[in-house]
C-alpha cells in the first residue's frame, strides 16, 4: 500500500502557521515511508474563498520548501484538486445517499431553524421532519433546501486516533450535519471525506479541532461502506498564554514573518519542533533531517507554544551559522532589496527626494517591521486619545474583510469610518499615519498600506493600539458588537454551516 496524506486549505485568508505546521508533518510522514503528499484545495465556502487566497497559501508552502506531488497547480491522476472544480462529484454521491435513505431534504427556514434551536441544542432528523403534506407542498413550491445526513440519536462513537487511541462521542451531541447547502455547495464534512476516498488517502493528520467532526465523517465512510484512512489529531498550535494560536495575540500569517525578514529554512524547522523533537535532542534541523527522522509517535500532545522570540532567536542562529557574507547578501536582496520592490516604492519617494541619501528617511517605513512610535506623538492629533484607539481597531476589523488589496478597497474602508465617526477623512487618518510610518511626514498612508501589505498593517495596526495602552477584553467586546452591527452583515449560519 502506497501511504497517501494531504493539506487541504481552505483559500479563506493569509497563509495561516497553522496550515503550515499541519503540512509540514503531513509531508514528512509521507516522506518517511515514501508514500505520497498531495494538495487539494477546499474552497466550498463561496463567500470567503478567493483565488488570492490560494495563490498566497500555495507559495507560502512553496518558500518554505514544502512541495505536494499533485495539486491544481500540477494536476495529477485524481483530479482536479480544487473542490469546486468537483460539484458534479458530490451531487452524485449525494444522491446515492438520498436513494437509500441515508439523507434527505431539509425545507426547513430560517426562522423555524432559530425556533428549534431555541428547545434543542443538537439537531437531529426527528426535529426537521416536516409532515408529508407540508414537505410535498415546499418541494413543488421549490422552496429552498439544504441536504442532511441521518445521524443516531444516542449512543457512543469510536473514533480511532493515531496518536489518542480511542476518543468516545456521544453522538447525542451530533447534528443531523448538512452535505449540501442551499446554494448546492457540498459542507467541509461532506467533500472532504468524498476526496479523501477517491484521491486514496490512507492517513488523515489534521488539527485536533476537527476531533468533534471526526464521528460524522466515520458516518459518511460507513454509509457508503468504504474504508477510512486512519486520523491523527495533531496538538494546536498555542500563543504564550496557552490559549489557541489567534492573530490578535500573535502574528499567524506566513506573509508577516516573511515581510519581517524570517529565513524559510528557521520558520520550518521551528514548526518541525512545534509537539516534536529528534530522536538525538538536536534543535537546528531541517526538512530534510525531520524526514529522515520522522516517527509520528514522538508527537507530545501538550500544546505546543508558539513563541515569536524563540523563532528569533533561532532565525538569529540560522543568520549567524549558515549564511556566509556573499549568501547573506543574496537574502537580504532576495527580501526586499530587489528591483521589484523597489520599482513598487519608487514613483512614491520621487518627487519627494532632493538627494538620493533622502530615501532612508522618506522611504524608510516600506522596509522596517514596526516603527518606533511614542505615545506622544498620538498627543498632537486632534482628536481624543480613547476615540483614536477606537479608530484603529475599527480600521483593522475593516481590513480583515477586504477580499483584494486593492487600493479603492483600503481608501474606502477608512472613508466609511470617517463617515461613521462624522471625523473629516484627513483628521481621521492622522493617528492611521503615524502607526504605519512613525512621523506624520511620509509618503501617502494609503499607499504605502497598499505596498507594505496587509500583515505588516495589521502588526503596526496593533502595536500603536499596544503603545497606547492596549484594550481591555470588555471594551474590545463592546467595539466589535459596536463595529459588526454597523459594517458587517451577519452571514446566514445555516446556510453556510461549516
Ligand atoms: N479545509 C480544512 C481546513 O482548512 C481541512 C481540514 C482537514 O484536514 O480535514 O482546516
Known amino acids: ?126 426535529d426537521l421532519k416536516l409532515n408529508n403534506e407540508e414537505y410535498n407542498r415546499r418541494e ?29 462521542i456521544d453522538w447525542t451531541q451530533i447534528d443531523a450535519q448538512i452535505l449540501i447547502k442551499s446554494n448546492g455547495m457540498p459542507t467541509y464534512h461532506f467533500a472532504n471525506v468524498i476526496d479523501d476516498h477517491i484521491m486514496k488517502i490512507t492517513h488523515v493528520l489534521r488539527g485536533e479541532e476537527w476531533i468533534n467532526s471526526a464521528p460524522k465523517h466515520q458516518l459518511i465512510y460507513k454509509y457508503f461502506g468504504w474504508k477510512m484512512p486512519i486520523l491523527c489529531h495533531m496538538p494546536l498550535l498555542r500563543n504564550t498564554d496557552k490559549s489557541k494560536l489567534s492573530k490578535r495575540k500573535n502574528p499567524t500569517s506566513i506573509n508577516y514573518y516573511r515581510r519581517m525578514g524570517y529565513l524559510p529554512q528557521a520558520l520550518i524547522n521551528y514548526l518541525g519542533h512545534m509537539g516534536w523533537s529528534m530522536s538525538n535532542g538536536i534543535e537546528k534541523f531541517n526538512i530534510k533531517d525531520m524526514t529522515d527522522n520522522f516517527d509520528i509517535h514522538r508527537i507530545s500532545l501538550g500544546g505546543p507554544v508558539f513563541d515569536v522570540e524563540k523563532l528569533t532567536w533561532l532565525n538569529s542562529k540560522y ?130 498600506i497598499l505596498i507594505i501589505g496587509y500583515d505588516i498593517t495589521i502588526a503596526r495596526l496593533s502595536n500603536a493600539i499596544k503603545i497606547m495602552g492596549n484594550i481591555s477584553i470588555n471594551k474590545y467586546k463592546k467595539f466589535k458588537t459596536e463595529f459588526n452591527s454597523v459594517f458587517f452583515k451577519q452571514l446566514n449560519i445555516w446556510e453556510n454551516n461549516y
Open 1 to 126: 500500500m502506497i501511504i497517501r496524506t494531504r493539506i487541504a486549505p481552505s483559500p479563506t485568508g493569509d497563509p495561516h502557521v497553522g496550515t503550515a505546521y499541519i503540512a509540514l508533518f503531513n509531508y514528512c510522514f509521507a516522506q518517511y515511508y515514501d508514500g505520497e503528499f498531495i494538495l487539494r484545495v477546499e474552497d466550498t465556502d463561496k463567500d470567503r474563498s478567493t483565488y488570492e487566497s490560494e495563490i498566497m497559501i500555495l507559495d507560502s508552502l512553496r518558500w518554505l520548501g514544502i512541495t505536494w506531488s499533485e495539486g491544481p497547480d500540477i494536476g495529477g491522476i485524481y483530479g482536479p484538486y480544487r473542490q469546486s472544480d468537483r460539484l458534479h462529484i458530490y451531487h452524485k454521491y449525494v444522491n446515492k445517499l438520498i436513494l437509500y435513505g441515508l439523507a434527505f431534504k431539509c425545507y426547513r427556514t430560517f426562522k423555524e431553524l432559530n425556533e428549534i434551536k431555541k428547545k434543542k441544542t443538537v439537531l437531529k432528523v426527528k
Open 140 to 168: 413543488l413550491e421549490n422552496y429552498p433546501y439544504v441536504i442532511r445526513m441521518v445521524v443516531p440519536n444516542e449512543g457512543i462513537c469510536i473514533i480511532q486516533d493515531l496518536l489518542r487511541g480511542n476518543i468516545n
Open 319 to 448: 543568520i549567524r551559522e549558515d549564511f556566509d557574507d556573499r549568501a547573506l547578501i543574496k537574502e537580504i536582496c532576495k527580501w526586499s532589496f530587489n528591483e521589484a520592490y523597489i520599482y513598487n516604492i519608487l514613483p512614491k519617494i520621487r518627487p519627494r527626494i532632493h538627494i538620493l541619501s533622502d530615501i532612508i528617511h522618506i522611504a524608510g517605513h516600506f522596509f522596517y517591521g514596526l516603527p518606533k512610535l511614542e505615545l506622544k506623538s498620538f498627543n498632537e492629533v486632534n482628536i481624543e486619545y480613547s476615540k483614536q484607539i477606537t479608530i484603529i481597531q475599527f480600521f483593522i476589523w475593516k481590513l480583515e474583510i477586504i477580499k483584494i488589496w486593492k487600493k479603492e478597497e483600503i481608501f474606502f474602508s477608512v472613508k466609511s469610518i470617517s463617515e461613521y465617526f462624522k471625523i473629516k477623512l484627513k483628521i481621521l487618518l492622522c493617528p492611521i499615519f503615524i502607526a504605519i510610518t512613525g512621523s506624520l511626514i511620509s509618503t501617502s498612508v494609503i499607499d504605502s
